[in-house]
């Protein structure tokens, strides 16, 4: 209003610049671009000036419609909707989505945005995976024996062949616990070339619990079994589960260093995404095996990108 004010009083453009405290060139596009007519253009520049017609509500109107046009229309479609919606009731991430239908052709960020402002269907805000720095757990040390027990299968002594992923069969195992009111546990095995995910359910976090798992587990994939890592866990560092791996099945067994999650990357990332079906602080009491397949199944069928967005199932 002022604009309008300052030149039907005549005033020039610099002194209107001045008055406002803005550029001159900003005034002169401000004016030539609310004009409704387009007259003005057949004079010669320097006489357009006295030409120009403001009129404040045409350029609020004006700057209204191209507001709206800034920016890239919104790739988003009903058909995107329901497919990221469908891939996040199998509980992928955005990378999976995107990789694992070839009729998506959004970056991830793109999902990200689109679940922060509420466009997808079904997805809410808490369902974005947020990771943070988890805090050491203190354990009780461990009797001589076990120290010595571990120390002789370290993973230092690991060959080479494992510890580059080169060949099929080098399984890692680790126990998904629950809440503390929960005695049963889940027993995961890894297979660090391909990824694969094996789940059993196990009585308690014991050796004598684990060793129906540890059966099960051989009757399945003894033949193609190796090697298997573990932490230090009660459940892996006793005689009894030592004993079954090596001397019954006559598998390698190897013990990664004490809080050392790197070196069972395989184990915690598997760990991570099991949680996202079965979360902290609830039991297991109620699950059955045909559980732990089916949501092995859904690890197993995903695109994973460490394979080329392949699935290792």
Known sequence: MKLKFCWK??????????????????????????QEFQDFRLFSPKRRQHFYRYNAMIAAGNARERSQHIGRKPLITPELKFLIAKGYEHHWSPDEIIHGNPNIKICRNTIYNWILRGWIPKVSHNQIKHYHRRNRRRK???????????????????????????????WKIDCVLPSRE?????????????RYTFMALAEGQSGEA????????????GDTVRSITCDHGKEFANTITIMQIEQ????ELYFAHAYSPEERGTN????????????????????TQADMKRIAKELN????????WKTCA
């Open 140 to 170: 009780e040390a461990l009797e001589e024996a076990n120290r010595q027990m571990i120390k002789s299968r370290s993973i230092d002594k690991r060959p080479k062949v494992i510890n580059d992923r080169k060949r099929f069969g080098d």
């Open 210 to 221: 684990l060793m129906p798992v540890i059966d099960t587990f051989m009757a399945l994939y």
């Open 268 to 287: 915690e990332n598997s760990n991570g995404l099991i949680r996202t079906f079965l979360p902290k602080k609830h039991t297991f009491e109620s699950k």
């Open 9 to 34: 009083q005549g005033h020039t453009q610099a002194f209107i610049a001045h008055t406002l405290h803005r550029a001159r060139s900003t005034i002169s596009l401000e004016i030539i671009r609310s």
């Open 182 to 194: 929960g005695k049963k546990v889940i027993v995961t095995f890894n297979e660090r070339l391909s």
């Open 301 to 308: 069928t995903r695109p994973k990108k460490v394979l080329n």
């Open 248 to 251: 019954t099945y006559r598998k």
